[in-house]
């Protein structure tokens, strides 16, 4: 697995998602990949304010979020420089609520098909399991 560094937030690291680079939306949440390789991936989130819903806990698409783009890193090792992938569906159970620290989420390609891929993202926080999510991403020919 590769280390995604400590300088940059976001997975801009991770190659040429976005043109120009970069993953605007993980910037703005504050969400890190900080290692991926080809069938695994590790991200974090320090919650912060902003990440809060009504109740004061952590709103469920911010562990969402980590889960969709532990998964992405995850699978993204795996492709061709001319595949490129996207979210098909995505299921979470969350098991305990989050009021504040830094989530973990690490993710495994379970099963990498010609053209789809299951993913198992776990979410921690503390070492203690809060929410984990099952997806499947659809792999195709990237277009211009």
Do not use: W
């Amino acid at each position: 697995m590769r280390s995604a560094g400590a300088s940059g937030t976001g997975a801009s690291n991770m190659g040429d998602a976005v043109p120009g680079g970069g993953f605007p939306f993980l910037d703005h949440i504050g969400l890190v990949v900080r290692e991926y390789g080809p069938g695994d991936s590790v991200c974090a989130l320090t919650i912060a304010p902003m990440h809060m819903n009504s109740t004061g806990r952590v709103h469920g698409a911010v562990l969402f979020a980590l889960a969709d783009t532990g998964m992405g890193a995850a699978l993204a090792p795996t492709l061709a420089r001319d595949q490129a992938c996207a979210t098909v569906e995505l299921k979470i159970n969350y098991f305990k609520p989050v009021r504040a620290g830094e989530l973990a989420c690490t993710t495994q390609v379970v099963n990498r098909g010609r053209t789809l891929a299951n993913m198992e993202s776990s979410i921690y926080l503390d070492q203690v399991l809060v929410a984990r999510a099952n997806g499947t991403f659809a792999i195709f020919a990237r277009t211009a």
